[in-house]
């Protein structure tokens, strides 16, 4: 028989669910959202990931490389419900995009693989739904492959994510023999059949019934112990009906305190079906959910989940595309028709809503109107980012916006073509527009537009974008390092006379320096002139030559800084001393001075706390060793380690793909600038002047 979806027939908040798929990449999230799109009728053919055919992967790169790289929503019918679903990425560099859709889903289906088990990425997304107080169940996938076991991927689950597994499937047939799945609720079977998209049910096979019976009444047990109303039937009667089992199983997922365990093949499509049921059954409806609060004139206010309050909506991700600009939005509460005007709850700002548009990855279908619990996109909107709150003017709630994390990775870009270079402006505002954790930024120092993202795929894909949607070809590099140049061992009694003649008023100044360090990286001038030798105005054109002269250093042009002058002495002329003449002379008296001096080269070095787990700490520390690292600190807590050093920030390009490489992606670090240190006579011979 084919699956029991039929067509909606109500609008209602308790007939919808908002839900992301998470997971560590390649764990099949896309697939089981093609599979879930097939099964509602929402599509007619399935797509498969390595064809580059998926409804979700519609991105040309997610096709070349065959991952999700960005975030993208559907929407399917499935008994009498909506579901709203958003496949997220799976890759660590693009976590950003998993924070964003988990800002605004009501549930989650967290996706492992059978064979690995919970891995690195998918413990971090699973962190990011515990702080977002997200209610998740589980689908262990890919149970057809060689070495897949469902009992080990939960115990995985159990001890990696101190989640507490509620199995309610035992899978009929192991890897290649794979058919189907006992219902444990129901006491039923559950059979695929092979090359077909339908499935039949049955009594449990004989050769299961006692494991099947072993396994219901270990859930039986668990639940029991976990809910109240539960424990005391089960007291009472040393056994849980299926109603009061699929009840305590729904809010024991609702309150977080235990995750549904679903199992499957979503490439043979084998129980995508059960899914969908599990997803209607145990996750929340926007009806389910807290009152969302917010901030109006100084005080936290609430609005229901109703279509009769006033309109708030939260933009959670802005694209541009060819039918326009479009801005993705959660409805929490109101009704919001097409042409209608919004207001910016923080700016103030109205703006106009051209077309409401329900999403399916890159296509769209036009609706007159959307109402609270729903997730669509918006035409016409100009000024709106992730993050804005969307309300019905007099109305204005403003609601806490996504986190945007710290960029790790940055590259400087400039146009290959100079003709390009304002093209090239546009489009990075454009990218930074569409991801906040982009972030753009030029150097006052070095003059470079420098690129900063999450890790090197996402710099890497940031810069295919540009090139294939704008047209521009860039040129990505590795970032200059500011460099600076310091005094190690001045000169005492530098005398310097600058005479200038050519006809008319001459140029004449006389100054005598001292030069030394300065314990600090800054410049300091004073004048210990006496008798008027000196006139005050002179000496502060001093100063001011010598500040140009701080611009370039002898080692390698590179700023000067750490250093005092003294000017000790001088002379003037009557009539051909003048401020510019002792600029000048202050200018090429420094630069003599530097040139005598014992001057080194430093770098920037920031601080860096590196945390991983325990076993990762030997190649952690080798590594930071390699890239002149020195460690300060290191201390244990809950099987994790946390390394501070300090390191040369030249060192640190490349370091975030390095660090996951070498911890299987669970290493995290950040960073803090800890000034300048001198650098190794050894690499200073290396580096080009500036």
């Not at 859709?101 to 996706?111: E, T």
């Not at 007291?235 to 305190?257: H, K, N, P, V």
């Not at 599990?278 to 917010?294: C, E, K, N, T």
């Not at 940055?410 to 073509?417: D, I, K, L, P």
Request: net charge negative; aromatic share 4%; hydrophobic share 40%.
């Amino acid at each position: 028989m084919r699956a029991n979806g039929r067509p909606l027939t109500t609008t209602s908040l308790t007939a919808v669910r908002n839900l992301g798929i998470l997971a560590h990449v390649d764990a099949g999230k896309t697939t089981i959202t093609e599979r879930i799109l097939f099964a509602t009728g929402a599509i007619h053919k399935r797509g498969e990931v390595h064809a580059g055919t998926t409804v979700t992967d519609y991105d040309a790169q997610e096709r070349d490389r065959g991952i999700t790289i960005f975030a993208a929503a559907v929407s399917c019918a499935w008994d009498g419900h909506r579901v709203n679903l958003i496949d997220t990425p799976g890759h660590v560099d693009f976590s950003d995009e998993v924070e964003r859709s988990l800002r605004v889903l009501d549930g989650a289906v967290a996706v492992f693989d059978a064979v690995a088990g919970v891995e690195p990425q998918s413990e971090s997304v699973w962190r990011q739904a515990d702080r977002h107080g997200v209610p998740r169940i589980a689908f262990v996938n890919k149970l057809d492959r060689a070495g897949a076991d469902l009992d080990t991927a939960v115990a995985s689950i159990r001890e990696r994510l101190g989640a507490v597994p509620l199995v309610v499937q035992l899978p009929i047939g192991q890897e290649d023999a794979f058919t189907g799945v006992v219902d444990l609720l129901a006491m039923r079977a559950l059979h695929w059949h092979a090359g077909s998209d339908t499935y039949e049910t049955g009594p449990v096979p004989e050769p299961l019934r006692a494991e099947a019976d072993r396994r219901r009444r270990l859930l039986e047990e668990t639940v029991a112990e976990l809910h109240a109303d539960a424990l005391e039937e089960f007291c009472a009667t040393s056994a849980l009906t299926g109603r009061t089992l699929a009840r305590a199983l729904r809010e024991l997922t609702l309150r977080g305190d235990g995750v549904v365990v679903l199992c499957g093949s979503a490439y043979r499509n084998r129980g995508i079906e059960p899914l969908l049921d599990a997803v209607l059954a145990y996750l929340p409806s926007p009806a389910d959910m807290p009152p969302v609060r917010g901030m109006a004139d100084g005080a936290e206010q609430e609005r229901a989940p109703d279509p009769a309050e006033p309109f708030t909506a939260l933009a959670f991700k802005v694209t541009a595309t060819a039918t326009g600009r479009l801005t993705y939005l959660r409805v929490y509460a109101g009704t919001l028709r097409k042409g209608a005007t919004v207001l910016d709850a923080a700016t103030g700002r109205t703006e106009r809503v051209g077309r409401i548009l329900r999403v399916q990855a890159d296509r769209h279908e036009e609706r007159e109107e959307a109402v609270a619990g729903d997730i669509v996109a918006v035409i016409g909107l100009k000024a709106a980012r992730a993050g804005t709150t969307l309300c019905a003017p007099g109305a204005a709630l403003v609601l806490e916006p996504p986190s945007v994390a710290e960029p790790v990775v940055s590259v400087a870009v400039e146009a290959r073509r100079s003709i390009d270079t304002g093209r090239l402006s546009a489009a990075l505002a454009r990218l930074a527009e569409e991801d906040p954790s982009l972030v753009v930024r030029s150097d006052a120092e070095t003059g470079q537009t420098v690129l900063s993202g999450m890790g090197e795929l996402h710099l890497e894909v940031a810069a295919e974008k540009i090139r294939s949607g704008h047209g521009v070809e860039v040129v990505v590099g590795r970032p200059q390092v500011s460099y600076r140049e310091t005094v190690v061992r001045g000169v005492t009694g530098l005398v310097y006379r600058h005479v200038k003649q050519d006809g008319g008023a001459g140029q004449f100044a006389h100054v005598v320096l001292d030069v030394e360090p300065l314990d600090e990286a800054a410049f300091e001038f004073r004048s210990t002139v006496v008798g008027g030798r000196v006139p005050q105005e002179y000496a502060r054109a001093v100063e001011a030559g010598c500040r140009d002269a701080l611009a370039e250093g002898p080692l390698g042009g590179h700023p000067v800084t750490g250093l005092r002058v003294t000017l000790t002495d001088g002379a003037t002329h009557s009539k051909d001393s003048s401020e510019m003449a002792f600029r000048a002379a202050g200018r090429f008296a420094l630069r003599e001075a530097l040139r005598l001096s014992a001057v080194e080269l430093l770098e920037p070095v920031v601080e860096v706390t590196v945390t991983v787990p325990e076993d990762g700490v030997g190649g952690v520390l080798g590594d930071l060793a390699a890239r002149r690292g020195r460690v300060s600190g290191s201390t244990a807590q809950s099987g994790t380690a946390v390394i501070t050093a300090t390191v040369p920030l030249a060192e640190l390009f490349g370091y975030a793909s390095r660090l996951r490489g070498r911890t299987q992606g669970r290493g995290t670090f950040t960073t803090r600038p800890a000034g300048l240190a001198p650098v190794p006579a050894s690499v200073a011979a290396a580096l080009p002047a500036r």
